[in-house]
């Protein structure tokens, strides 16, 4: 144990040495941690320190990586100033880049369609993104299209064209996936081009296709390997007090990791998203963690490379009662189990390796 620790002080050491180094896998056993830290507005974008100083004490870890949205539809701008507090305190900056006219779900874009974006529409304003990321000189983790086989998204394909197969690109592919890849490798090979080389990107989808249909199988979106660096994915038990069933996490993601190890040969894959509620009658909220890091730390899934807790409230309806909290600050047992399980393991790495 105390050679592996030593090897990992010393690749970290020298990958402060180069700003621009990318950032490694953790040795196999190891796990990188992060967080979304929630927010005031729901928006995923006014996190805060004081969120991310209030998860980690009650996960009695740092965390190595900080999840949050730039929505597009308040400001295009690369978020220097979220992106400078966190790694200040010591964390990598995790941006999903959200190309949204708004909030809201279930609904297709106007403004910044896949369309627009294939046709340069926005390609001034991804250059200075770009150029922005690149003079950060630190590292930087970045997606976008982020749960792309979910409907809830304007960048999934049932708002770009779904299965149909003519009209553009390869007549043999899905218009809606195939825009999406050929934006996502547009957005890439403009910030490559403006030499953002310590963006690392990712690829994200929900563990389950919605709508679950041939055509939008999160197989028929991916950009490629010469494009992405890590494969992510969202698993979610129950998101409310009142859903009618208690999903547990091992077969959730029994199901998908091998669609998504199957994607690439060498790609890592990062547990981007997880949670469950709690106050649902069904099952118990810090037994639904314990199951599910204890078999993230037994190396259940051997290309995991790390995990991130979705550490949010949300109101759901003008009833208390039903409200969501995946919060370890509101629920004692499950900041203990964070606190034996993840700030009790030498195999959690506060910090990436570059």
């Known amino acids: 144990m105390q050679q592996v620790a030593a090897s990992l002080l010393?690749?970290?050491?020298?990958?402060?040495?180069?700003?621009?180094?990318?950032?490694?896998?953790?040795?196999?056993?190891?796990?990188?941690?992060?967080?979304?830290?929630?927010?005031?507005?729901?928006?995923?974008?006014?996190?805060?320190?004081?969120?991310?100083?209030?998860?980690?004490?009650?996960?009695?870890?740092?965390?190595?990586?900080?999840?949050?949205?730039?929505?597009?539809?308040?400001?295009?701008?690369?978020?220097?100033?979220?992106?400078?507090?966190?790694?200040?305190?010591?964390?990598?900056?995790f941006v999903r880049l959200m190309l949204r006219d708004s909030a809201r779900q279930d609904r297709r874009n106007h403004v910044f369609t896949l369309k627009r974006l294939l046709k340069g529409v926005f390609d001034e304003d991804l250059r200075a993104w770009a150029r922005s990321a690149r003079d950060f000189s630190a590292p930087l983790i970045a997606e976008f299209g982020t749960e792309v086989n979910g409907r809830w998204f304007p960048w999934n394909g049932r708002w770009n064209g779904r299965g149909r197969k003519k009209g553009y690109g390869d007549p043999t592919e899905p218009n809606g996936p195939e825009r999406f890849r050929d934006a996502y490798r547009h957005i890439v090979d403009l910030a490559r081009s403006e030499g953002a080389t310590n963006v690392l990107w990712v690829f994200h989808v929900n563990n389950e296709d919605w709508p679950a249909v041939s055509w939008n199988r999160f197989e028929n979106y991916y950009?490629?390997?010469?494009?992405?660096?890590?494969?992510?994915?969202?698993?979610?038990?129950?998101?409310?007090?009142?859903?009618?069933?208690?999903?547990?996490?091992?077969?959730?993601?029994?199901a998908v990791y091998p669609r998504l190890a199957a994607l690439s040969s060498n790609k890592p894959v990062a547990l981007l998203e997880f949670g469950a509620c709690r106050n649902n009658p069904l099952g118990d909220q810090a037994a639904w963690a314990d199951a599910a890091l204890s078999d993230i730390?037994?190396?259940?899934?051997?290309?995991?490379?790390?995990?991130?807790?979705?550490?949010?409230?949300?109101?759901?309806?003008?009833?208390?009662?039903?409200?969501?909290?995946?919060?370890?600050?509101?629920?004692?047992?499950?900041?203990?189990?964070?606190?034996?399980?993840?700030?009790?393991?030498?195999?959690?790495?506060e910090d990436l390796i570059r």
């Open 10 to 93: 010393s690749i970290f050491l020298c990958g402060w040495c180069c700003a621009q180094a990318p950032i490694e896998p953790p040795p196999a056993g190891y796990y990188y941690h992060g967080v979304y830290p929630g927010g005031v507005t729901g928006e995923e974008d006014d996190i805060t320190p004081a969120g991310v100083a209030s998860y980690e004490s009650h996960a009695g870890k740092r965390v190595a990586w900080v999840y949050f949205s730039h929505n597009w539809y308040r400001d295009r701008s690369f978020p220097l100033a979220t992106a400078s507090w966190i790694s200040a305190s010591g964390s990598v900056p």
């Open 223 to 254: 950009p490629g390997d010469d494009y992405i660096d890590w494969l992510g994915v969202s698993v979610y038990g129950a998101q409310t007090p009142r859903e009618d069933a208690w999903p547990l996490f091992r077969p959730l993601m029994d």
């Open 297 to 349: 730390l037994a190396s259940r899934w051997p290309r995991l490379l790390g995990f991130s807790w979705w550490n949010e409230w949300w109101q759901n309806d003008n009833n208390p009662a039903h409200d969501t909290t995946m919060r370890l600050e509101d629920n004692p047992a499950l900041s203990n189990v964070f606190r034996t399980l993840v700030g009790g393991s030498t195999n959690v790495l």
